[in-house]
């Protein structure tokens, strides 16, 4: 239980670093935002805040306890997001979309390490009711 919450927490940890690090230029129209998306990628430049606030409710729907079905959402929206850019990189014939494989294996390792923490608790929340049945009826 401690390996499987320390790996969730370093990979969830490091995942909203790195897509809160990117909403907050996408927020504010920072002109590298604006340059990379749309200049060199085509996309509209209103879409990009929206983006932006988009990557921020996702790091505080997986960081906030709770909430599990808004952690699904924002772990969807992150892998859209990420296999969105990687493919619009790809397409315009950037080498960098490689580099856009570190922050998919972020997601993939938190997303994985989150169904196992929540196994993990459900078994032992269910353990924690058997015990507390067993003990009335004795």
């Known amino acids: 239980m401690k390996k499987t919450n320390i790996f969730y927490w370093v990979f969830t940890g490091l995942l909203a670093f790195l897509m809160l690090g990117s ?6 129209n920072h002109p ?4 990379g998306m ?3 990628l085509g996309y509209p430049v209103y879409f990009i ?6 990557k921020f409710l996702g790091v505080v729907a997986l960081l906030t306890p709770g909430f599990p079905r808004l952690k699904e959402w924002a772990y969807a929206g992150f892998a859209f997001d990420l ?10 014939g950037k080498p960098d979309w490689m580099f856009n494989l570190l ?3 972020l997601l993939t390792a938190s997303y994985v390490f989150y169904q196992k923490r929540k196994k993990m608790l459900a078994a032992r929340a269910g353990n ?9 009826i004795a």
């Open 49 to 54: 805040p929206f983006i932006g606030v988009a």
């Open 38 to 40: 749309h200049e060199e």
């Open 83 to 92: 296999i969105g850019a990687t493919y619009s990189i790809f397409m315009i």
């Open 23 to 28: 909403s907050i230029p996408d927020i504010m």
């Open 128 to 136: 924690q009711q058997a015990v507390a049945f067993n003990g009335a």
């Open 103 to 105: 922050p998919l294996a």
């Open 32 to 35: 590298l935002a604006v340059k």
